[in-house]
């Protein structure tokens, strides 16, 4: 399933492979890869450690809290490397930051808390990341004023959506694991 989502985003992105060096490339895609694992284990393992006493509002904080030095230390580079943000990309973190980091973290770690002990509601609401995708681009267009994505980009973008859902589902199927619930 992991191979469905990375042909959509190959699918994605192949329009812009044509004008990107090989190492703006890895600097772009290594976080991505890092933070698609690093974001499940991390709401898992507060899951784990916290054992309800958490509210969703007090993990997202841990979770900023913990990898803010990570944060820090990228901001460091970032301006010695190429000075202040502008005013663009500025205004576009802060939306990113309110819209996904706060808003849809603190509803995805609420529902999740709802169904923590039921593998197949999880699986669910897991699987509704995968709209993110679309919500965002669709922000984008809206408040960003972006060119509409090509047809191949599109495509991309619902088997990214298709793959996840699938993925959710598969990972957390009684049937498919031996009957064995998957934590």
């Given at each position: 399933?992991s191979?469905?989502?990375?042909?959509?985003?190959?699918?994605?992105q192949?329009?812009?492979?044509?004008?990107?060096?090989?190492?703006d490339?890895?600097f772009g895609?290594?976080?991505?890869?890092?933070?698609?694992?690093?974001?499940?284990?991390?709401?898992?393992?507060?899951?784990?450690?916290?054992?309800?006493?958490?509210?969703?509002?007090?993990?997202?904080?841990?979770?900023?809290?913990?990898?803010?030095?990570?944060?820090l230390?990228?901001?460091?580079?970032?301006?010695?490397?190429?000075?202040?943000?502008s005013?663009?990309?500025?205004?576009?973190?802060?939306?990113?930051?309110?819209?996904?980091?706060?808003?849809?973290?603190?509803?995805?770690?609420?529902?999740?808390d709802?169904?923590?002990?039921?593998?197949?509601?999880?699986?669910?609401?897991?699987?509704?990341?995968?709209?993110?995708?679309?919500?965002?681009l669709?922000?984008?267009l809206?408040?960003?004023?972006?060119?509409?994505?090509?047809?191949?980009?599109?495509?991309?973008?619902?088997?990214?959506?298709?793959?996840?859902?699938?993925?959710?589902?598969?990972?957390?199927?009684?049937?498919?694991?031996?009957?064995k619930?998957?934590?």
């Amino acid at each position: 399933m992991s191979l469905i989502i990375l042909l959509g985003i190959i699918l994605m992105q192949i329009e812009q492979s044509k004008s990107i060096s090989i190492t703006d490339l890895l600097f772009g895609v290594t976080p991505i890869i890092i933070a698609s694992f690093a974001y499940p284990l991390g709401n898992r393992k507060m899951m784990e450690v916290c054992a309800g006493r958490l509210d969703a509002y007090q993990r997202v904080l841990g979770m900023t809290l913990a990898s803010l030095p990570l944060w820090l230390l990228l901001s460091f580079y970032g301006f010695c490397t190429t000075g202040m943000p502008s005013k663009e990309q500025t205004i576009q973190s802060v939306l990113v930051a309110i819209f996904s980091g706060v808003i849809a973290t603190v509803l995805f770690f609420k529902a999740t808390d709802m169904v923590r002990g039921n593998m197949q509601k999880l699986a669910t609401i897991e699987a509704t990341q995968s709209m993110e995708v679309f919500f965002s681009l669709l922000g984008e267009l809206v408040f960003l004023s972006i060119q509409l994505p090509s047809l191949i980009s599109w495509s991309g973008m619902f088997i990214v959506i298709l793959g996840m859902i699938l993925h959710s589902y598969v990972t957390h199927s009684p049937s498919l694991n031996n009957g064995k619930r998957v934590q």
